[in-house]
């Protein structure tokens, strides 16, 4: 059963040697996530699943030890998925971010495991995902890596998209009522459109969450660089 979740956006700038310069830029959203993450803890979990979105090559689950880095963003840190030994595959991108938040906060609560799913999962596989991992354990919690859309501004990633704003507005009504027929009634084909990489794995929540009886709380909502963030505790 589900007990507790903690939604955190994905980018690696979220970790200071990638931002460098820019690191002070997202200081608030750092914070945001270390109190949602203190949330999870309270919760006491029998296991931590972190979930986040990857590409083909890097889907599937992770087990405990799995590591991961930045060598791409040209930072030589490693973090890794709690202790144990090294996994087969490194961890994609939004894994990473997790696990280097998790390393951040000195997680020692719960074993940590990792899934990643495709960002266009159809969404009814991705609620039965998310009922599969709360099944798996007497006490689950989810870490749920994903940003909304990346077309905020002319400059943001994805250029001004005018349907953006409202998309991301309601994403973060979801996250911070822990709304699950929202989440789960996110359109995938917007969200592709609007490079929304956090739906898949807000689907995921959402199926976890049924019939949990959780609550919500919206911890950080902004849109720096044109991409929408959101910071959200359920309990």
């Not at 998790?102 to 960002?119: F, T």
């Not at 704003?165 to 996110?186: E, I, Q």
Request: charged residues 20%; contains cysteine.
């Amino acid at each position: 059963m589900l007990v507790a979740a903690a939604v955190c956006p994905a980018p690696p700038l979220l970790v200071p040697e990638v931002a460098a310069g820019a690191a002070a830029e997202l200081d608030e959203a750092r914070t945001a996530c270390s109190d949602a993450l203190a949330v999870l803890a309270a919760s006491r979990p029998d296991v931590l699943v972190v979930v986040g979105s990857a590409d083909a090559e890097h889907q599937g689950p992770y087990p405990q030890g799995s590591r991961g880095g930045f060598h791409g963003y040209g930072v030589d840190a490693e973090v890794r998925l709690g202790e144990g030994e090294e996994g087969p595959r490194p961890l994609p991108a939004s894994l990473a971010v997790g696990a280097w938040l998790l390393g951040r906060a000195r997680w020692g609560a719960a074993p940590v495991e990792g899934l990643a799913v495709a960002a266009s999962l159809e969404a009814g596989r991705c609620l039965e995902a998310g009922r599969e991992l709360a099944a798996a354990d007497e006490r689950v919690a989810l870490l749920v890596m994903g940003d909304g859309s990346a077309c905020r501004t002319l400059k943001a990633p994805g250029y001004l998209d005018e349907r953006a704003a409202a998309f991301d507005a309601a994403a973060g009504r979801a996250l911070g009522s822990a709304d699950t027929d929202a989440l789960a009634a996110l359109d995938p084909v917007l969200a592709a459109e609007l490079q929304a990489a956090g739906r898949a794995p807000w689907q995921v929540l959402a199926g976890a969450a049924e019939g949990a009886g959780l609550g919500g709380r919206l911890l950080y909502e902004d849109a720096p660089y044109g991409v929408g963030y959101f910071v959200a505790a359920w309990s």
